[in-house]
């Protein structure tokens, strides 16, 4: 399986700049027989949207979205956008495929602390998702998500070949000196080493209102080893050649997925 990761740096507020910048991603990638592009979370949009929420969130009845869904047809593609429902706007992921729309993700964990605001702006979801692919079972957490041990243990249950997490998270160093990349490197080392997936992790790159979101991308194979690092804060378009049969290979080694009691107690 070929996927291509999308670093994108997307520009605040600039819907239509960004979805054919978006295409253009797509297109390249299709060009180099990818299977799969993955944007970062918010990729249609930015992050620090405040009272750009409205201007900027996506109506899936309009037909905003319909020449990337058409490009679908020719690759898969897991998509970050804001999107307005029922009038309220959610921190939602897509994943297309074959012309449609295979899942439609709603943020369920919105960050309200520090520089955070998700929750003054979006309404929160209310449920994880696995979705069968082509490529297997796929579960997609969008950034904050990933932090939860709940949602942990749910990726570990869910049978679950590739886990997604799309992210838009800004770059610090901790007191401890431990810096935001140290961080997700420890959160899919250990969604990869528990669950025997491929954990693929796409950070949006470029400074917004002062704000670095750093890039450094994360692929680690089903037995948690890091298998690719993107660039520090740019942006680029990254192919990567996954194989698929490293999973069943690491779920058969797997202690807990052997363990009929696990998740019951």
Wanted: aromatic fraction near 12%.
């Amino acid at each position: 399986m070929k996927i291509a990761i999308a670093q994108f740096k997307p520009k605040l507020g600039k819907v239509k700049e960004n979805l054919e910048r978006i295409e253009i991603f797509i297109d390249e990638a299709i060009n180099k027989k990818s299977d799969l592009i993955i944007f970062p979370e918010l990729a249609t949009s930015g992050y620090a949207l405040r009272d750009l929420v409205s201007y900027a969130s996506i109506n899936l009845q309009n037909k905003d979205l319909s020449n990337i869904i058409q490009k679908s047809n020719f690759i898969d593609i897991v998509l970050g956008y804001a999107q307005k429902e029922d009038n309220l706007y959610y921190n939602s992921a897509l994943y297309l495929s074959e012309g449609l729309i295979l899942t439609n993700r709603k943020k369920v964990y919105l960050p309200d602390y520090g520089m955070f605001e998700e929750a003054r702006y979006f309404a929160k979801g209310d449920t994880l998702e696995t979705t069968q692919t082509k490529f297997g079972k796929v579960n997609i957490l969008i950034c904050e998500e990933a932090f939860h041990l709940s949602v942990h243990h749910f990726v570990e249950q869910s049978k679950s070949d590739l886990t997604i997490i799309i992210s838009a998270s800004p770059y610090w160093i901790y007191e401890n000196k431990a810096d935001k990349t140290k961080i997700w490197d420890n959160i899919c080392n250990n969604i990869s080493s528990l669950s025997g997936n491929f954990v693929i992790y796409v950070n949006r790159a470029g400074f917004e209102d002062g704000v670095g979101f750093f890039g450094s991308s994360l692929v680690y194979n089903p037995f948690g080893a890091c298998i690719f690092k993107g660039d520090f804060l740019k942006e680029n378009l990254y192919i990567l050649d996954l194989e698929l049969s490293d999973i069943a290979h690491a779920k058969e080694f797997m202690p807990l997925l052997k363990d009929k009691s696990y998740g019951s107690i």
